[in-house]
C-alpha cells in the first residue's frame, strides 16, 4: 500500500456507503472504513477495514490518531453524523457546531430550532407516553407520530383519533434511541426534497427530488426522480425556506438533505433536515446523474477543508430510483433490463420480493435508471 496517500476514515460500510469509498479511492485516498462486521460491501472495497461499530467514537479516534487521517466522512446516515463530527472536531477539520449534532437529528430538537427561527413547519409535541386530549389542543386529526431519532420510515404512523394514537406513541418510542416520540399536525401536500452542500456557511443548492411513498400508515419511500417537477415561481420560496431551515440547524459545512411540502396553498412547509447527504441513493447517485455535479467528491473536499468543485463532470439527464416491493416490481425490472438495458445506472436485487415491507430496510432491492439529457 503507498504509504504517501492520503488516508480518509469512512464511517459505515453498507451498500449506500460503498460509493463513496469507491470515490474517495478514485481520489486518490487510502479508505479506513469503520462500521460492526456484517458481512457489507465496504467491508471489501475499503483499502483497510475496522470492525467497528459507528457509535463507537472514542474508538474510532484513537484508530484515526494511530493511523493519520486526513479527514473523516459519512453520507446518508443520522446516526453517522455524530461521529463525523467528532472525529473532524479533533482532527481540527472545518465541520459543522456541536449544537448541530442534536439539532440535526433530533427531530423535535430539529422543530424548536425550526419554530425559533420562524421556519414554516407543523405544530408539534413530544411524548415517551401518549399525551392527554388536553395536550393536543389545537392540533387536529389526523397526525403523525414517529421516534425522535431514527430515519428510514421506521415507526411513522398516520393516525386519525385517540384511540390510534394511544397504540402508535409506545410502538414509534420503543423504536427510538431515547425513547420518545413526536407528534406533528398532518400536513398535506406533495413530497419533495432539496439536496445541497454548505462551505464556510455559504449553501449551494444542488437539485430537486420528488418522493413517492405508499402513502398512510408508515409513508415508505416507493421511489424517487430529479429533477423535481416544481413551478418555477415556487423555485424561490423553495431556496428561502431551505436555506432559512440549514441557518436554524447551524448547518455550515457539508451536504445536507432537507424534505418538504408544497400545500395545495402554495406554501412550503419543512418536514425535516438531515446534516447529510438524502438516502435511497439519491446523494450517491441521482444528483451525479441528473446534475453532473460529483457531489461525493464535494463532500470530500469539504471535509478536507477545501471548497467544493461543483463543475459538472457529465451532460445532466432525468434520473429516477425505483424500490421494490413486490414480485411485480421485480418483473418490471427484468422487463427494463431486457427492453432498455441502456437506461440502467444501477440495480441491487436479492432475486427475492417476499416478505412484508414495513420499512426502508425491509425493501427488497431497487433499480436506478437514466432518461433523455435535460
Known amino acids: 500500500m ?38 457489507d460491501i465496504g467491508e471489501r472495497t475499503a483499502d483497510v477495514f ?53 439539532v440535526a437529528t433530533n427531530k423535535y430538537a ?19 407516553q401518549t399525551p392527554s386530549p388536553q395536550d393536543l389542543e389545537g392540533m387536529g386529526w389526523p397526525l403523525i407520530v414517529k421516534p425522535t431519532d431514527r430515519s428510514g420510515s ?64 408508515h409513508f415508505i419511500e416507493t421511489g424517487h426522480i430529479e429533477p423535481a417537477d416544481i413551478p418555477a415561481d415556487m423555485l424561490p420560496a423553495v431556496a428561502a425556506q431551505v436555506q432559512a431551515a440549514l441557518d436554524a440547524l447551524h448547518i455550515v459545512y457539508g451536504a445536507s438533505h432537507a424534505e418538504f411540502l408544497l400545500t395545495p396553498e402554495g406554501e412550503v412547509r419543512i418536514v425535516e433536515v438531515g446534516a447529510r447527504m438524502g438516502g435511497d441513493c439519491i446523494g450517491s447517485d441521482l444528483v451525479y446523474l441528473s446534475t453532473g455535479i460529483d457531489y461525493m467528491a464535494a463532500v470530500i473536499q469539504a ?12 451532460t445532466p439527464r432525468r434520473a429516477q430510483i425505483r424500490f421494490i416491493f413486490t414480485d411485480r416490481d ?3 425490472l427484468e ?32 433499480w436506478i435508471t437514466e432518461g433523455a439529457p435535460l
Open 154 to 217: 421506521r415507526g411513522i404512523f398516520k393516525v386519525d383519533g385517540y384511540q390510534q394514537l394511544k397504540a402508535a406513541v409506545p410502538q414509534s418510542a420503543a423504536l427510538s434511541f431515547e425513547k420518545k416520540a413526536i407528534i406533528e399536525q398532518f400536513i398535506t401536500g406533495t413530497e419533495y426534497s432539496c439536496e445541497s452542500i454548505s462551505f464556510a456557511g455559504k449553501h449551494h443548492i444542488l437539485a430537486l427530488t420528488k418522493k413517492f411513498t405508499t402513502g398512510a400508515p
Open 110 to 128: 430539529m422543530r424548536r430550532a425550526l419554530s425559533q427561527a420562524g421556519v414554516s413547519c407543523p405544530r408539534f409535541l413530544t411524548a415517551s
Open 2 to 39: 503507498n504509504e504517501t496517500k492520503k488516508k480518509l476514515a469512512i464511517i459505515g460500510a453498507n451498500e449506500f456507503q460503498d460509493p463513496l469509498i469507491r470515490t474517495a479511492k478514485r481520489m486518490g485516498f487510502e479508505t479506513h472504513v469503520f462500521a460492526w462486521q456484517a458481512g
Open 50 to 102: 475496522h470492525p467497528i461499530s459507528i457509535t463507537e467514537k472514542e474508538a474510532i479516534w484513537d484508530v484515526c490518531r494511530q493511523v493519520g487521517v486526513a479527514a473523516c466522512c459519512s453520507i446518508g446516515s443520522d446516526l453517522a453524523v455524530h461521529t463525523v463530527n467528532y472525529i473532524q472536531r479533533r482532527l481540527g477539520n472545518p465541520c459543522n457546531p456541536e449544537i448541530c449534532d442534536t
Open 303 to 314: 471535509a478536507c477543508g477545501q471548497a467544493p468543485d461543483l463543475t459538472p463532470r457529465r
Open 330 to 332: 421485480a418483473a418490471e
Open 335 to 366: 422487463q427494463a433490463r431486457r427492453t432498455a438495458p441502456e437506461s440502467i445506472w444501477r440495480a441491487a436485487y436479492s432475486g427475492r420480493a417476499n416478505g412484508p415491507v414495513t420499512d426502508s430496510a425491509t425493501r427488497h432491492g431497487y
